[in-house]
């Protein structure tokens, strides 16, 4: 009986030791991507192509998760911030969970959570139990990475790898690979696919022309009533979810007329949070109740001071840095609150001040940068701006920006020769295929966009007239009718 126990004792020693050993490896970059492949394939943005909405905030949320395991990677990078991620994951079924999520009606739920973690593997494992994914082929790929760490030599992860059978439940496929790999087939050529695609997108588009006028009609008398310099939207949403948050607005303005007409001259953008934007736009959030948004238009007078201190802090960090410009850009950047982006460039000011880097004064007049909070590299945008990330080593920092000073004058005299090129291609693009829009999605550069569309002047495609066309990253059919093509799409 003693030695049972004492058997039995053991044994659960071990486990627990091995259990210890295995949250204590580290993994490498490649295997962290290949155990979160369960998860790239249930919020793939390219599933969601009829969901734009949820599409637009997985690309978003994928975009800061990759730079939190790019964090991760870096040698001797130890500031870490929580990262709270939204993500909408394809499922048929709900599971229990103790992460906060909602279904739609659509085959996907809502699930956000927060990542605290300093290594890959507790990383992986929080994303994978966040979502309700297995993580029974993490262990197994750990088995891999002690072997080959006992043995002393780096081998690739053996492929391909076997998933468990809930991996296959919650895509509502029998292999998600083989269907990913069919419709890019389907889709290797614009011609085919707008073959295909061209009746539903026609009707789609006609069954949206009144609400297309209804939405111009009360976008026209909002912004006459208020006097608004013009309103936008921050996703894409559908033209009917549009018309509707106008028609709340208008009830608003019925019900409380003082508190709008403070926004007089500004721009109202609808997006997913109340409060003033970083460029100083009213941001109304489409999920708030009318008290919330009367309280944002009775706060904006209030804003001013605090604007003030944002542009005292930017004249303050454009002086530490050779007189470079600091600018926000709306489309390029998440969308700040005002509050937010004053804590941006404050920690930023404090951390240049301290290290009293050595630019010569006015050394960098007439550069541009902007401040990311989600990179840990600088770069050079196409169009000339740098891309700062706020906790950029200083001294890394200086020797990048100068470095790169003559690159980024040299692009910035090329970039409204760029745009103008742009806006040229998009009219002559849009004019002989009479279409009635030709536009892109925000994250299609301009460089992408000049090579689409001197490519689409090439073409002979009378499927696209009278259409409305977006430039993507990949092909969908937008519920109001809208053809969305990849830039690089194939001949």
């Known amino acids: 009986m003693f030695s049972y126990q004492g058997t039995v004792r053991r044994l659960s020693l071990k486990k627990l030791l091995l259990q210890l050993v295995i949250q204590a490896r580290a993994l490498s970059g490649a295997d ?8 790239y394939f249930a919020v793939h943005p390219d599933f969601f192509g009829q969901h734009p909405r949820e599409r637009e905030v997985n690309e978003n949320s994928l975009k800061r998760l990759n ?3 790019e964090n991760l990677q870096k040698p001797g990078f130890r500031s870490f911030k929580p990262t709270q991620l939204t993500f909408y994951v394809r499922e048929k079924e709900q599971k229990p969970s103790s992460v906060q999520e909602s279904f739609g009606a659509s085959g996907f739920r809502a699930v956000s959570f927060t990542l605290r973690t300093r290594d890959l593997l507790s990383t992986v494992l929080d994303i994978l139990n966040s ?19 006992n043995q002393g030599v780096q081998q690739p992860f053996p492929r391909p790898i076997k998933w468990d059978k809930t991996y296959y439940s919650f895509t509502g496929f029998k292999d998600p690979e083989e269907e990913l790999e069919q419709a890019q087939h389907m889709e290797t050529t614009l011609s085919f696919w707008l073959d295909n695609n061209e009746k539903s997108a026609g009707k789609k588009l006609k069954d949206s022309l009144p609400l297309r006028k209804e939405l111009q009609r009360l976008k026209d008398e909002l912004s006459d009533q208020l006097q608004l310099s013009d309103i936008r939207w921050q ?77 005292l802090l930017e004249d303050r960090i454009s ?14 950047q998440p969308m700040l609150t005002l509050e937010e982006y004053y804590s941006v460039l404050d920690g930023f000011y404090n951390r240049v001040r301290k290290s009293r880097l050595l630019f010569h004064p006015h050394s960098l007049r007439g550069l541009q940068m902007i401040l990311e909070s989600d990179r840990y590299a600088p770069s050079l945008h196409e169009l000339g701006h740098f891309i700062i990330p706020t906790t950029c080593d200083p001294s890394a920092l200086q020797w990048f920006i100068i ?9 910035l005299n090329r970039k409204e020769e760029l745009v103008k090129l742009e806006k040229k291609l998009i009219k002559s693009a849009a004019d002989k295929f009479s279409l009635q829009q030709l536009y892109k999605e925000p994250s299609i550069s301009s460089v992408q966009m000049i090579h689409s569309c ?13 259409m409305h066309l977006c430039i993507s990253h990949f092909y969908s059919v937008l519920q109001d009718g809208d053809l969305c093509i990849p830039w690089n799409w194939k001949k």
Not at 319 to 332: A, D, M, Q, T
Not at 403 to 411: D, F, G, L, P, V
Not at 455 to 466: C, I, K, V
């Open 454 to 466: 001197n490519r689409l002047l090439e073409e002979s495609l009378p499927y696209l007239e009278g």
């Open 67 to 69: 730079g939190y395991l």
């Open 235 to 311: 996703r894409s949403w559908g033209i009917a979810h549009r018309c509707s948050q106008l028609h709340s607005l208008s009830r608003l303005i019925q019900q409380s007329p003082e508190a709008p007409r403070n926004a007089k001259g500004c721009t109202v953008i609808f997006t997913d949070r109340s409060g003033m934007s970083a460029t100083g736009h009213v941001m109304l959030g489409t999920s708030d109740v009318h008290q919330h948004w009367t309280k944002i238009f009775e706060r904006l007078p209030s804003y001013t001071t605090l604007q003030r201190k944002v542009l």
């Open 319 to 332: 002086h530490l840095l050779g007189s470079i410009e600091i600018h926000y850009v709306e489309e390029l």
């Open 32 to 39: 962290a991507i290949n155990a979160l492949r369960p998860f």
């Open 403 to 411: 470095a790169k000073a003559q690159e980024a004058r040299e692009k």
């Open 131 to 149: 979502c309700s994914l297995s993580t029974e082929h993490v262990q197994n790929l750990n088995s891999n990475v002690d072997t080959r760490s």
